[in-house]
Nanobody
Framework: QVQLVESGGGLVQPGGSLRLSCVAS????????MAWYRQAPGKQRELVAS???????SFPDSVRGRFTISRDSAKNTVYLQMNSLKPEDTAVYYC??????????WGQGTQVTVSS
């Protein structure tokens, strides 16, 4: 069983930056996509960034230009760099990896709070 462990969350002031990391407990073969989602209180979980097996990335309008996603396949790690953070970015952030067999793995989540 693969476990994903996120880290890097915390409290940051508006306009600040955070870098989230997600490490898989073992190598995942044939990764199809790696992604970050977030869920704010009372809201549905939403996709905030994804990177495919080919390296192409995708972001919703709400974070495009502020968030970047990257990966280190050798370390089974995916990162989310978040800049120019806003209070509306406050949420629990989850890492997700889907392999070529459509098996989906989730992390336990890390809290990001943007507040002055």
């Amino acid at each position: 069983q693969v476990q994903l462990v996120e880290s890097g969350g915390g409290l940051v002031q508006p306009g600040g930056s955070l870098r989230l990391s997600c490490v898989a407990s073992r190598n995942i073969f044939n990764i199809y996509v790696m992604a970050w989602y977030r869920q704010a209180p009372g809201k549905q979980r939403e996709l905030v960034a994804s990177i495919s097996y080919s390296g192409s990335t995708s972001f919703p309008d709400s974070v495009r230009g502020r968030f970047t996603i990257s990966r280190d396949s050798a370390k089974n790690t995916v990162y989310l760099q978040m800049n120019s953070l806003k209070p509306e970015d406050t949420a629990v952030y989850y890492c997700n990896i889907v392999d070529a067999n459509s098996l989906s793995f989730w992390g336990q989540g890390t809290q990001v709070t943007v507040s002055s």
